[in-house]
């Protein structure tokens, strides 16, 4: 079974001292709301999912793999140990979570759900993602100047999935609906990413 992102975090802190928690989010994104069995939206909702349950998977999934490549820049860019233990568990911890809800959308389909599309054009993608020129200028950069641009980039990736899990979570407690699996993953996303946002905002002062 995978470890939860929660259980992760306790073994990152085992080689960091602990992650101090981040200042919670002051604005979230709005969502649209989920529809519950016998909810007044009326839309479909096939076993506990909605379809608006179904989207946050799939784009939460595409946010995650942007992570997962800044996480590969890291180790030919640094010198820090630190920094490279932390993009290491970092991409493990975006890997298990990513893993976890291509799990629960294959889980859904087979009891017939349609899995919508994740089709992107914008640059950005989404809110919270960063753009194909940020992503190069980081790419581009070593040594202080990619601990800054990689570190205010992963904080403002950190704090769009923040973003969207907080009107996830809203969402399912307007609707007194907490899919199974998804409320769980959703709990422990914003707990992990913010204490993460927290280390990071440390790193930046520290390495000025």
Request: charged content about 20%; glycine content about 6%.
């Amino acid at each position: 079974m995978t470890a939860s992102p929660v259980a992760a975090a306790l073994v990152f802190c085992m080689y960091t001292g602990g992650l101090p928690a981040a200042e919670p989010a002051h604005e979230h994104a709005a969502m649209e709301d989920r529809a519950t069995p016998g909810g007044a939206s009326g839309a479909q909702v096939v076993g506990t999912y909605s379809q608006a349950d179904l989207a946050f998977l799939t784009h939460m999934i595409v946010h995650h793999r942007q992570a997962l490549e800044l996480c590969a820049l890291v180790s030919g860019r640094t010198q820090r140990e630190e920094f490279r233990r932390f993009a290491r568990y970092l991409n493990d911890a975006q890997q298990a979570e990513i893993d976890q809800m291509e799990a629960l959308l294959q889980q859904a389909a087979s009891r017939g759900a349609a899995i919508p599309e994740a089709h992107f054009h914008a640059d950005p993608p989404m809110a919270g993602m960063l753009s194909m020129a940020q992503m190069a200028a980081i790419a581009q950069a070593h040594a202080k100047d990619f601990e800054r641009l990689w570190l205010e980039g992963m904080i403002r990736h950190h704090q769009g999935a923040v973003d969207m899990a907080l009107a996830q979570q809203e969402a399912q407690y307007r609707n007194r609906n907490q899919p199974f699996g998804l409320d769980t993953l959703v709990d422990d996303m914003l707990a992990v990413q913010r204490a993460e946002i927290g280390r990071m905002k440390d790193w930046l002062v520290d390495w000025r």
